[in-house]
């Protein structure tokens, strides 16, 4: 904050009325004396010195009349200047408290240079206040005159800095608005981030009361401690925009121990099922390997080596497999006793993915068998479902053209002979019938490559 030094409020200086001379003056003379009023006339003669002088009306009374209506408004022109920098300078503090910005830095240089002004334009307006005493017996004409003239001369350099500061202050307007904005988020901001923090330490013991110790969180929680005493301590301390991030950061921080709390029994029984659910899924991946190898020697007895021979593995690497899971999955036991949750959970991802892996491989056999039985009863199933492929390709790609595009002819005319060659190798008294699912496989692949490529282009265009 920068600070704004209160200049000290000066008032016009005006003649106490007890010292001001004058008929009223005598009067009350008069009476502490204990004289009569009657013999006024009679002594004001004598203190004029026998004078001629008349105490109303004529010329200078009209001068003086006229130079006091000045004086007041002067007066008045100085107090609503005064009153109107004591805002601005609350206005000024108030963007200084929130804002270090170059435009919030050049806001408090131009509020000293106008209080400059200010100073000057109300030395101007005391110097004349002082230089004259309108309650004179003896003030002339002229002197009264010159007062009305200096008098109105000092409102008026009041008030063209009246309308210079308004208008500075009519430009604070975004400036000030963002401050305000953030000092009224202040208070909120901080009282949010004590709830949180006490809903967030009443989850806990909850959780803590059920069995489950909930360290972790504990001690996230406790990082916080020293937090909550920079947001106690205040944002004249630390600064309003540190205090509204502090604030910001601890709420979301308390809100996040909170759901983890509150969850947390949920994640303990949760837990515990996938424990079980992932234990009998490995000892049924267990009977399921065992009958891989039947599997394996039917192929073997039936079909030609290339048919089955990248599934010697299996039967081995499921075995192994299966014994990987089996020990993440008492890793995963051991985590859950000791309640570290995160280590129990990336444990049985793993035992998940290791399963998923064995499943794959020992189904990977049975299909195979399938697969070549059909083909080998009757293979024109397969060839028929490619063939349909490819013309369903071709007559996308002629929809709309007398000639096809050759990036889509050449493929599909590539597609169309690769599937003969297949069908070539069913001829023979050993077919490769695995080689021909995989030749008719990767055709469909090329085919819908070509299609996908011809609906996106013709999508862009559209």
């Not at 030094?5 to 016009?12: F, V």
């Not at 200084?96 to 000057?120: H, K, N, Q, Y």
């Not at 988020?185 to 909930?214: F, H, N, Y």
């Not at 493929?411 to 297949?422: I, S, T």
């Amino acid at each position: 904050m920068v600070p704004c030094a209160p200049r000290p409020r000066l008032l016009p200086h005006r003649r106490p009325r007890s010292h001001r001379r004058g008929p009223g003056a005598l009067r009350d003379t008069l009476v502490l004396l204990g004289l009569p009023l009657l013999a006024a006339p009679v002594l004001a003669g004598a203190f004029a010195g026998g004078g001629t002088r008349r105490w109303f009306g004529g010329r200078a009374e009209n001068q003086r009349a006229e130079a006091q209506t000045a004086k007041d408004d002067a007066a008045a022109a100085f107090y609503e200047l005064d009153t109107a920098q004591r805002d601005l300078r609350i206005s000024i503090e108030t963007i200084t408290a929130v804002d270090d910005s170059p435009a919030a830095r050049r806001a408090v240089d131009g509020f000293e240079a106008l209080g400059r002004r200010i100073d000057e334009a109300s030395r101007q307006y005391i110097g004349a206040v002082d230089a004259h005493d309108l309650d004179r017996d003896d003030l002339e004409a002229s002197a009264a005159a010159r007062a009305r003239a200096e008098l109105t001369a000092a409102k008026e350099e009041l008030g063209r800095v009246k309308q210079d500061l308004d208008r500075f202050a009519e430009g604070l307007g975004p400036l000030l608005g963002k401050a305000e904005t953030q000092l009224a988020r202040l208070a909120p901001a901080v009282e949010r981030a004590r709830q949180s923090l006490l809903a967030a330490s009443d989850a806990l013991d909850a959780v803590r009361g059920s069995g489950l110790t909930a360290d972790d969180l504990a001690a996230r929680l406790a990082a916080l401690a020293p937090e909550l005493t920079k947001l106690n301590q205040g944002a004249g301390r630390h600064g309003v925009p540190q205090t509204l991030d502090r604030a910001e950061r601890v709420t979301r921080e308390a809100e996040t121990v909170r759901a983890e709390a509150e969850r947390l029994p949920e994640r303990a029984a949760e837990t515990d099922k996938r424990l079980v659910s992932l234990r009998t899924r490995a000892q049924a991946l267990t009977t399921r390997a065992e009958q891989v190898e039947p599997v394996l020697s039917e192929l073997r007895r039936r079909f030609t080596a290339a048919c089955w021979q990248d599934l010697q593995h299996v039967p081995d690497q499921a075995r192994e497999t299966v014994r990987q899971a089996e020990r993440k999955l008492a890793e995963a036991r051991s985590a859950r006793d000791e309640q570290r949750w995160p280590d129990a959970t990336a444990l049985l991802s793993t035992v998940r993915a290791l399963l998923n892996e064995t499943d794959e491989a020992v189904s990977a056999a049975g299909d195979r068998l399938r697969l070549l039985n059909a083909v080998q009863k009757d293979p024109r199933d397969e060839i028929e479902r490619t063939r349909f492929a490819i013309r369903d390709a071709q007559r996308l790609a002629m929809a709309g053209r007398t000639t096809p595009d050759p990036r889509d002819a050449r493929p599909l005319d590539d597609a169309v002979a690769r599937l003969e060659r297949a069908i070539g190798t069913l001829k023979g008294r050993h077919p490769d019938y695995w080689h021909f699912l995989t030749e008719t496989d990767a055709v469909r692949r090329t085919v819908a490559h070509v299609v996908g490529r011809i609906r996106e282009e013709r999508g862009a265009g559209h």
